[in-house]
């Protein structure tokens, strides 16, 4: 028989009732230590809300102290996004037309792959890290197969992970506080998911190099300026107005419409075998020459907010 679990079909029609009702899902969660790598349930550090009549869905990404794209924030995405499949919401709603992924810390948007999940640090162990690559993959899949167009409105810092995953948005607007960057040459590493080759996409060869092999910090005004996101705004009250107004339009039309352009769109994305091969060569370089992931928790503080703060500029600390 398969194995049904009460809980999970409980909350999703919680879950499912306030996408309907306009009502935010969250499951706060009170325990969120920096090191507790407990699974967290539900949406824990996501907040939903919907709106225009459950054509758009707001995603408020929390997940103290920096967002870090760790255990529960994969895990909570994951849910999320198999939450909104089609397949899904077949009972009674259609999937959101538009969904926006946004920040509830001004400084961090979505930050990179948890350091601790690497090397020999506890918690890791296999098949821990190979839950967490299932649903990472899982992810990047359904970023690029949902009907649903994806707007990242990024204001603080998308590094590592976070990058890789507003390149797979369809669309990213920026505010002021914005740095994007990836710290992973850095730590002996790469940045994954197909992020390097949709970067590629965007904005050429020789700038994805430059920014890729020094681990620097690129601002919101000159990402916008090279096409690494779409639009800046000057202030987080206006890029918010903005995001709101381009969803709202966007909503307005018939989904079948939106879905075919996505799709065809998406024909010149980095295929999904990039992925694999991203994945390969992470494990390929982990396990080969001792990565200096312990140095980095060391210097960082065990990835603290002020070290995360000045992230991926500051990873050559390590090397001084
Ligand atoms: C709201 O959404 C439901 C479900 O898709 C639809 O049947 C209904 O017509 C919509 N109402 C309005 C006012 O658009
Ligand atoms: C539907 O949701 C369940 C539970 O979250 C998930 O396991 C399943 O993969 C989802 N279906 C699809 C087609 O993604
Ligand atoms: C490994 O991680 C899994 C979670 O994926 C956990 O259930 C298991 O207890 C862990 N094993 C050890 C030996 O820590
Ligand atoms: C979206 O478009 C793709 C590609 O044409 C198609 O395979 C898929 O079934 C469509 N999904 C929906 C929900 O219309
Ligand atoms: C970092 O975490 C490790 C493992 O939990 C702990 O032993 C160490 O003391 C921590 N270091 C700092 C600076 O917090």
């Not at 009732?17 to 230590?33: A, E, F, K, M, Y």
């Amino acid at each position: 028989m398969y194995p049904f679990h009460k809980n999970l079909v409980l909350f999703a029609l919680s879950g499912l009732l306030s996408l309907i009702n306009g009502n935010p899902v969250h499951q706060h969660d009170t325990r969120r230590l920096p090191w507790e790598r407990t699974k967290s349930t539900g949406f824990g550090t996501l907040t939903t809300t919907s709106s225009n009549n459950g054509t758009i869905l707001r995603v408020l990404m929390d997940n103290p102290p920096t967002n870090l794209y760790d255990y529960k924030l994969i895990t909570d995405l994951y849910d999320l996004l198999s939450f909104v499949v089609p397949e899904n919401l077949t009972v009674s709603a259609p999937p959101p037309k538009v969904m926006i992924f946004a920040s509830a810390d001004p400084d961090f948007w979505m930050g990179h792959y948890d350091g601790a999940l690497f090397g020999t640090n506890p918690p890791f162990n296999e098949s821990y890290t190979e839950e967490l690559f299932t649903k990472n993959r899982a992810i990047v899949g359904m970023l690029k197969s949902l009907p649903t167009i994806l707007i990242a409105e990024i204001n603080g810092r998308a590094t590592g992970s976070g990058n890789e995953f507003l390149v797979q948005c369809d669309m990213a607007f920026s505010g002021p506080n914005t740095i994007l960057g990836a710290p992973e040459v850095a730590v002996g590493g790469v940045h994954g998911n197909g992020g390097i080759q949709h970067l590629v996409r965007l904005i050429g060869m020789q700038r994805t190099a430059e920014y890729m092999l020094t681990s620097s910090g690129i601002d919101a005004l000159t990402a916008a300026e090279i096409g690494w996101v779409n639009r800046m705004y000057r202030s987080e009250t206006k890029l918010r107005g903005a995001v709101d107004e381009i969803a709202g339009r966007i909503a307005l039309f018939p989904a079948a419409g939106l879905n075919g352009t996505k799709a065809m769109i998406r024909e010149f994305s980095a295929p999904p075998s990039t992925v694999e091969a991203d994945i390969a060569t992470i494990f390929r370089l982990e396990a080969g020459e001792k990565a200096p992931d312990a140095e980095y928790l060391r210097i960082s503080k065990n990835q603290s907010r002020h070290f995360e703060l000045g992230v991926p500029d500051n990873m050559v600390e390590i090397w001084d």
